[in-house]
């Protein structure tokens, strides 16, 4: 018995460290996150406000659409780690905005975001590359995306360098 508890904490604990090398697409990298700060200030580049409605694909613990709720816009959250997707709610719940936020369990490839005004990515850029298609063909002229992190294949519209978030129009 207190074998096979040590044996699953040394494999918990592998899993853990595995999963800060993992690429931050994979379903399996729970600790590549958008931290507060960073949230705000992807808030402030895309001037989110409350006319808008706010997409984050792969929206992990929600932190981007609380920051947008903050500033009144909705938010649709599409995460396809169901733990994640637990946690998102959750913090969504406590934080009051569940009237405000829908977080779906889903691979956000078999979504349409065809209403989106604004879209959150933090992902790699071979996950970039594929979606590009997607957003021309669904998304409104004047769609803002915002990405963390990595390029997108697009004319860059606004630069926030110290924070690492460019801004791209459709
Ligand atoms: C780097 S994390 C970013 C999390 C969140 N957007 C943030 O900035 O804190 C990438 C997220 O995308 C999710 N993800 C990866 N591929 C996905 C897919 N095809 N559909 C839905 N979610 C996906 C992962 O589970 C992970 O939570």
């Known amino acids: 018995m207190l074998l096979s508890v040590l044996l699953l904490s040394v494999i918990a604990f592998l899993l853990?460290?595995?999963?800060?090398?993992?690429p931050p697409d994979s379903p399996w990298a729970p600790w590549w996150r958008t931290n507060t700060k960073t949230a705000k200030a992807i808030c402030k580049l895309a001037d989110i406000n409350n006319k808008d409605i706010v997409y984050d694909l792969g929206c992990g613990d929600g932190e981007v659409?609380?920051?947008s709720a903050r500033r009144g816009a909705k938010g649709v959250g599409i995460e396809i780690d169901p733990l994640r997707v637990i946690i998102a709610r959750i913090r969504v719940f406590i934080n009051g905005f569940?009237?405000?936020i829908v977080i779906k369990?889903?691979?956000?490839?078999?979504?349409?975001?065809?209403?989106?005004?604004?879209?959150?990515?933090?992902l790699i850029p071979k996950t970039l590359d594929k979606l590009l298609p997607r957003f021309r063909k669904q998304l409104k002229k004047g769609t803002r995306i915002v990405s963390y992190r990595y390029e997108m294949k697009m004319p860059l519209k606004k630069e926030d360098k110290e924070n690492h978030i460019r801004l791209y129009v459709i």
């Open 98 to 100: 569940d009237e405000k």
């Open 65 to 67: 659409l609380i920051q």
């Open 16 to 22: 853990i460290l595995l999963s800060m090398v993992w």
């Open 105 to 122: 369990r889903n691979n956000f490839f078999n979504e349409k975001y065809k209403d989106a005004t604004v879209i959150i990515v933090y």
